[in-house]
C-alpha cells in the first residue's frame, strides 16, 4: 500500500465514521480556550472542564486576569498538573494580550508562541480551533496514533506535525487533528490499544506486523 493510499483510507473512515469532530474542551471565547489549551498540558480534558468554569466565571477576560495574580489563579488551578508554573503564564499571558494584542488572542502563530505558557502545539491548537486555519497540533495521542496507522514514520512532534500537513488536505487539517486525538483517547490508547473496535485495522502498520505470525526458527 503506498502512503497516498494509505491516508486516502483513514481520511475516508473517519470522515464516515466520526463527520463531526471538535475539541472536548469547553469555552466560550478564544481567550478562554486559550486559558483551557494552556492547563490541559500533561493532563485531562476532563480534569481541565471540571475547574476551568468557575475560573472562567471570575477570570472572564483577559484584562479581569492580567489584574489578578499567580497565587490568586493558583488557588483554581491547583488540582491540574504544574499548577504554579501554569499560574504564572496565565497571568503572563493575559498581561502580554493586554500590553501587544490589544487583549485580543491573535491569529499567527508566531504572535501566539510569544505569550507565555504557549508552544507551538498549543498555537497550532489555537489556529485551527479558533481561526480554522490548516494547522496540526501535534500531542501524544496525535503522535503515537499516526506512527501506530504508519501515517508517519517520525522521531519527534514537529516531523510528525510537517508530515501530517504535508499529506493531509489544508481544508481538512483542523478536523484531522481532532480525528487523531479522539482515536487516540478512546481507541487507539497508550498501552492497550482496542484494535477489536477499530476500523483501520487493515490499512495499520501496528495491528498487521502485531496479527503477523512469527517465523520459527
Not at 508554573?85 to 504572535?111: S, T
Request: net charge positive; proline share 7%.
Amino acid at each position: 500500500m503506498t502512503k497516498k493510499e494509505r491516508y486516502q483510507k483513514v481520511i475516508e473512515w473517519f470522515e464516515a465514521t466520526r463527520p463531526i469532530a471538535e475539541t472536548e474542551l469547553h469555552y466560550d471565547s478564544p481567550f478562554q480556550l486559550l486559558v483551557a489549551v494552556i492547563l490541559s498540558a500533561q493532563c485531562t480534558d476532563k480534569r481541565i472542564n471540571i475547574i476551568t468554569p468557575p475560573l472562567f466565571r471570575d477570570f472572564p477576560t483577559a484584562e479581569v486576569m492580567a489584574a489578578s495574580s499567580p497565587e490568586v489563579i493558583f488557588e483554581y488551578i491547583k488540582s491540574v498538573s504544574y499548577p504554579n508554573n501554569k499560574a504564572k503564564h496565565l497571568v503572563g499571558m493575559a498581561k502580554m494580550l493586554i500590553e501587544r494584542f490589544g487583549g485580543e488572542v491573535p491569529n499567527e502563530r508566531e504572535k501566539l508562541m510569544e505569550l507565555p505558557g504557549v508552544g507551538r502545539k498549543t498555537a497550532n491548537v489555537i489556529s485551527a480551533v479558533v481561526f480554522e486555519k490548516p494547522a496540526m497540533a501535534v500531542d501524544t495521542h496525535v503522535f503515537r496514533v499516526s506512527n501506530r496507522i504508519g501515517l508517519t514514520q517520525t522521531k519527534t512532534p514537529l516531523a510528525t506535525e510537517l508530515e501530517l500537513v504535508k499529506n493531509i488536505p489544508a481544508e481538512l487539517l483542523p478536523k484531522a487533528h481532532h480525528w487523531l486525538i479522539l482515536h487516540g483517547r478512546y481507541i487507539c490508547t497508550a498501552r492497550r490499544p482496542k484494535c477489536e473496535e477499530c476500523g483501520l485495522t487493515s490499512v495499520c502498520r501496528y495491528f498487521q506486523s502485531k496479527s503477523r505470525p512469527s517465523v520459527k526458527k
